[in-house]
């Protein structure tokens, strides 16, 4: 019973450098999440997806893209990455407007 | 825009003192949920509340929705060593739910 699962776990980037974060959930869930954690800020919202084929922007969702291509799997890329996207981030899934379960997390370190 | 805040940042006790965050929406909320998420580790849902003055108990954890559903509480009687961990209220206006910032809680054996 994985739930939601997050790839990598750690990472370390140099300045322009770009990644994909994987997230993966096996609850068929329609509603994919991915938000970023700073200390003292709490959760923010990336960018989400509703379903399928479906994205749209979060709270802060410059730097970042999204695809959802299958509805199990949703994607978080960084073209060119900057010391700013330093951060923890967390995917999450849920059926409609009901609570969140998030992964593990992936830990992202930008030099 | 919606904003979500919650006081106090941090807080420290003594094991077997109580604990109370608090949580504060600019707008009416439609539901609101509490997540713990301990040190190094990913949120994990608590509870939700929807009605308007609900009040919900988990053992030691006492959660309310206040009367005009723009604010909530979360009370621990009695902490534990085990309740260590941040606790954040996250509140649903129209599509969108907003996270407060977190109280972040240490207790001391």
């Known amino acids: 019973n994985a739930g939601v699962t997050q790839t990598p776990k750690f990472r370390v980037l140099k300045t322009g450098q770009s990644m994909t974060l994987l997230c993966a959930q096996d609850m068929n869930h329609e509603y994919m999440y991915w938000y970023r954690q700073d200390p003292g800020m709490g959760l923010r919202l990336i960018h989400y997806?509703?379903?399928?084929?479906?994205?749209a922007k979060g709270e802060v969702p410059d730097g970042y893209n999204v695809s959802r291509l299958k509805k199990q799997n949703f994607l978080l890329g960084l073209e060119s990455a900057a010391p700013s996207q330093t951060s923890v981030y967390f995917c999450a899934s849920s059926y409609s407007r009901s609570p969140l379960h998030f992964g593990n997390g992936t830990r992202l370190t930008v030099t | 825009g919606q904003q979500v805040m919650q006081i106090p940042q941090y807080q420290h006790v003594q094991e077997g003192e109580d604990f109370t965050t608090y949580c504060n929406s600019s707008t009416t909320l439609s539901n609101i949920q509490w997540y713990k998420q301990r040190p190094g580790g990913h949120p994990v849902f608590l509870i939700q509340l929807v009605k308007s003055g609900e009040v919900k108990k988990q053992k030691r954890l006492t959660f309310q929705f206040g009367e005009a559903k723009k604010n909530s509480s979360l009370h621990i009687t009695a902490t534990q060593t085990t309740d260590v961990g941040t606790y954040f209220c996250a509140g649903t206006s129209g599509s969108r739910l907003t996270f407060g910032e977190g109280t972040q809680l240490t207790v001391n054996p």
């Open positions: 997806s509703v379903g399928e084929g479906t994205t």
